[in-house]
């Protein structure tokens, strides 16, 4: 299944990676977003619907967010930080560099 998922991220596939995750919960994808590489989980997870994307962000470990995090403008993060619990984006602003946390 994973190995579909690439293919589709490889092809940019927008239209078939958002159908394949439509009834996916973020906890159903979390699995599959560590099988990827830091550019493949960071497409999945723009081509995902903003509730889903934060919500995957949020569940994911300190280390693969922060290495997502780092290809992402602050702005965009941002966006992401919006749709959080405060306690949630509180950890995640946290977890961030000051500099980029400011920006934030």
């Known amino acids: 299944y994973v190995e ?4 589709l991220i490889e092809d940019e596939n927008l239209e078939s990676l958002q159908a394949q995750f439509a009834d996916f919960y973020s906890e159903d994808i979390l699995p599959i977003l560590y099988e ?3 550019d493949q989980q960071l497409f999945l997870t723009k081509a995902l619907d903003r509730e889903t994307s934060a919500r995957l962000l949020i569940d994911l470990d300190t280390p693969t967010r922060l290495a997502i995090f780092k290809k992402m403008p602050s702005e965009e993060i941002a966006v992401y930080i919006n749709e959080l ?3 949630d984006a509180a950890d995640i602003l946290n977890a961030l560099p000051v500099k980029q946390r400011e920006e934030i």
């Open 36 to 38: 990827l590489t830091t």
């Open 4 to 7: 579909s998922v690439i293919a």
């Open 85 to 87: 619990y405060s306690d």
